[in-house]
């Protein structure tokens, strides 16, 4: 069994509790053993966020932020966002979506990639790294004999990472561990979930409870540098699913 990588959270998890307790559950993350969280729209609540990460000593990696979405920009700018995730210490953004609509040609994924690569040229002025997020549609949609994401990182300048949803990827009815290996080093974040496999994120399960081989998805992303946990729902109380994804994952440093 590999070592364990860095972990983090997202902090989408646990958006219920944030948005009871921001501070409180900020500190619960903490308690369990995580010292990274990945954040999401970290724009709206950058003075909360700072004074969690500076309370209980957890840094950001990374952090989720539709920034090639104007809606979700809100009218703020590229650099507006870019140098709130300097302030806030966190050196990758990762925009998590992008239309289902837009990677059913090639020509659309593409023009997903110019608008990446014009995005990191506003970022590096900011000392700030971006990457996408991956859902399953991205791995549905194979254009001849690749998939939209496969397409997507081809077009992709070597400033931009992806973070691999491993989860997704597998509904989306790829292999895993033989997608790394085509990813190559271009991927440098995973969300690390479990579950039995489907598109309906209810069904999710602490990892380590599923059917994901988590093990050896970590064992082939060869460039990793920080493994995100991540549920988008449970069925039972979420914070025991984050305890004992992190203890599963933390056990495997000493098998």
Do not use: C
Not at 24 to 34: H, K, L, N, Y
Request: zero cysteines.
């Amino acid at each position: 069994m590999p070592t364990t990588p860095p972990l983090s959270l997202q902090l989408y998890t646990v958006r219920k509790e944030l948005d009871a307790d921001f501070a409180g559950t900020m500190q619960r993350v903490a308690d369990i053993g995580f010292t990274r969280v990945e954040p999401y729209d970290f724009l709206a609540r950058a003075d909360a966020l700072a004074a969690g990460l500076a309370a209980t000593g957890l840094s950001a990696p990374s952090a989720h932020f539709r920034f090639l979405d104007d809606e979700s920009l809100g009218g703020a700018s590229l650099d507006d966002v870019f140098s709130t995730a300097a302030r806030l210490g966190i050196p990758t953004v990762i925009d998590p979506f992008v239309d289902p609509a837009k990677w059913l040609s090639a020509a659309d994924i593409h023009r997903t990639a110019d608008a990446l690569n014009a995005a990191a040229e506003v970022a590096v002025k900011h000392g700030v790294r971006i990457g996408y997020h991956n859902h399953w549609f991205e791995l549905e949609s194979v254009i001849d004999g690749d998939t939209g994401l496969e397409i997507l990182s081809s077009g992709l300048n070597p400033a931009v990472i992806l973070e691999l949803d491993t989860y997704w990827a597998a509904a989306g009815g790829q292999d895993v561990v033989a997608l790394l290996g085509r990813l190559g080093d271009r991927v440098r974040l995973l969300h690390v979930k479990d579950g039995p496999i489907e598109a309906d994120p209810a069904t999710q399960l602490a990892v380590g409870a599923g059917n994901m081989p988590v093990w050896d998805i970590i064992a082939a992303a060869t460039s990793l540098e920080v493994a995100v946990v991540e549920l988008d729902a449970f069925a039972g109380d979420m914070f025991d699913a984050v305890t004992d994804s992190f203890s599963y994952l933390n056990a495997g440093a000493s098998a």
